[in-house]
């Protein structure tokens, strides 16, 4: 494996992390439904674990979490970006413009996120030593979450939109009522959304 680029790898998750937990913070002030409200809660909370796990990735690794990289403040930069969006459309005076903003700006950052820790838990896999024990041992746990921060948040951002053009919405999503954790669970949700409106 390439030592640098796991390096980078593990220094833009980490910085995309922090960028996450502003995220979730400005979202949350967006949050209208009871349930999201709850869930972006949770999110996180579970963010700022995920900020810690690569906090300790970066010790096993002899990694300086506060090096910079160019990808690094490319990371940076499209999370601030993101958290500006929010703000934003809460200064539309819109609540639920707002909060569909909110769910857009949460789904793009989620994406990010579970792709860096599908890429991590390769690099346990691949890597050799305690170090890649350590990296196995946290991506265990936390791409579990990435799958349920994902999937659950693309269900609320269509649902929501649906709801706005007038149409049947199925709230909570059936991603969130199923506890979906897979590509083809999320679907299977999506699917059963798109029966009721049938
Ligand atoms: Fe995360
Ligand atoms: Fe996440």
Redesign the pocket.
């Given at each position: 494996m390439k030592n640098q680029q796991v390096e980078a790898l593990i220094l833009q998750s980490l910085e995309h992390e922090l960028g996450?937990i502003e995220v979730y913070q400005a979202a949350l002030q967006c949050a209208q439904h009871p349930r999201l409200k709850q869930e972006w809660a949770q999110?996180l909370e579970?963010?700022r674990g995920?900020v810690a796990a690569l906090e300790g990735a970066c010790a096993a690794l002899g990694i300086d979490p506060r090096q910079e990289l160019p990808g690094r403040a490319v990371v940076r930069d499209v999370g601030a970006a993101l958290v500006e969006a929010i703000q934003l459309a809460r200064a539309g005076g819109d609540p639920s413009a707002a909060q569909l903003v909110a769910c857009e700006c949460v789904v793009l950052a989620?994406t990010k996120?579970?792709l860096d820790w599908e890429l991590i838990k390769k690099c346990g896999e691949h890597l050799s030593g305690a170090a890649a024990a350590a990296l196995r041992a946290a991506a265990e746990t936390i791409e579990d979450?990435?799958d349920e921060?994902l999937y659950h948040s693309k269900g609320w951002c269509r649902e929501l939109w649906v709801q706005s053009l007038g149409l049947t919405a199925v709230l909570p999503p059936p991603e969130e009522v199923q506890k979906v954790k897979t590509a083809i669970g999320a679907a299977r949700a999506e699917q059963a959304a798109e029966k009721v409106r049938q």
């Open positions: 996450g999110y579970e963010t995920h989620e996120d579970h979450q990435e921060h």
